[in-house]
């Protein structure tokens, strides 16, 4: 595409603003600085095999996972460009254990952004597709001060959501609540141009995407999904085995393709039977994501979305995708159906 006439994202935000009534343009600043940040982490994620940004701080974060330089670098940058827009309330992240205070004198507005910095980073250093998450709420709170209940939203409350794929080629996709678009950033003039409008996630797919390496973890309900999946009927083909173990990147390719990503509650630690995915700043944004192209995305007990949260950094089982593979799933880990 020439990049004289594609259509930038903040062409494409400004559009959405003024398509919505009574818009302050407060959003739109907001869209814009997770913008910047993603073209800034996008810059040092392509060069981080060249520059001594590989590799651990040797901290870990609260999640107990080592903290990659990278990481560290786009924690701190999101939090600088989204307190800078001046219209964030408070912010939570996937590395830090509490919500984030904003810097002293910072003018603060009426949005809470919780996000996960870069998703998948144990992949830095083998050159896999990584990225970054961010899901937007109004805060609920009218005080001088936020609480965590401004974050413990369930993900219908979302305004927005979207993800920052750092792949072959970096891409950001995100949603307002009418419709799923597709950004792809063309370096040569630093701006993300418009490439996949109005994404529609397939009725159904033909690829399943899960880490099988936990099947003796998983419930028999769960093995005769898979074992279905595996066997071609007059109406099915056999399904393909993708999984790359980023969930941006596992997403994305559901998203265009279709069929079904799981990362569904095992009994790997019995006392955590609820999987590894946490649910407000990676799976409310991506339900949201796969629901506003038309899939679906379900924990196996009820829509992600109404999950009614009770902590920042809770995990729920996670299954998303071409709608008609999602309710197919559920069907069979609700025991409704065995073959
Ligand atoms: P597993 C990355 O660490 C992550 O949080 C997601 O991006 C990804 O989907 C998942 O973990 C992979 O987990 O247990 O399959 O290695």
């Known amino acids: 595409m020439n990049s004289g006439t594609g259509t930038t994202i903040t062409n494409h935000i400004l559009d959405q603003q003024s398509a919505s009534a009574g818009a302050t343009g407060a959003f739109t600043h907001l869209l814009n600085e997770i913008v910047m940040a993603a073209k800034i982490i996008s810059s040092e994620v392509n060069k981080a095999g060249l520059v001594d940004i590989l590799g651990s701080t040797g901290r870990r974060n609260v999640q107990g996972e080592t903290v990659k330089k990278l990481d560290e670098f786009s924690n701190g940058l999101m939090v600088d460009r989204l307190y800078r827009s001046g219209h964030v309330a408070m912010l939570a992240s996937e590395e830090d254990a509490d919500p984030i205070e904003p810097p002293r004198g910072c003018t603060l507005g009426e949005y809470i952004v919780l996000f996960d910095p870069l998703d998948g980073s144990s992949n830095i250093d083998a050159n896999v597709s990584i990225g970054t998450i961010f899901s937007i709420l109004k805060r609920r709170t009218t005080g001088p001060e936020c609480d965590l209940s401004d974050f413990l939203q369930p993900g219908t ?74 066997t071609k009927t007059d109406d099915k083909a056999v399904y393909s085995l993708r999984y790359i173990g980023s969930m941006v990147a596992d997403i994305h390719r ?66 998303g995708g071409s709608a008609q593979d999602v309710a197919e799933a559920v069907d069979f880990l609700s025991g409704k159906r065995s073959q």
């Not at 678009?181 to 630093?190: E, I, K, N």
Request: aromatic share 14%.
């Open 254 to 319: 559901t998203l265009l393709y279709g069929g079904v990503f799981l990362y569904p509650a095992d009994s790997k630690d019995p006392k955590k039977p609820w999987g590894k995915l946490r649910l407000l700043y990676e799976c409310n944004p991506m339900g949201y994501l796969m629901e506003q192209a038309g899939g679906a995305a379900s924990t196996g007990q009820g829509r992600v979305l109404e999950v009614d949260p009770s902590d920042l950094h809770q995990r729920v089982p996670f299954i």
């Open 157 to 230: 409350e979302q305004v927005a959501a979207g993800y920052v794929l750092y792949g072959s080629s970096t891409m950001l996709v995100y949603s307002t609540g009418n419709g799923v678009s597709g950004f792809t950033l063309d370096p040569s003039v630093g701006e993300f141009l418009l490439s996949h409008p109005d994404i529609q996630v397939p009725e159904r797919g033909k690829i399943v995407s899960a880490n099988m390496g936990y099947w003796d973890y998983w419930s028999e309900e769960l093995k005769s999904y898979f074992r279905y999946l595996r």
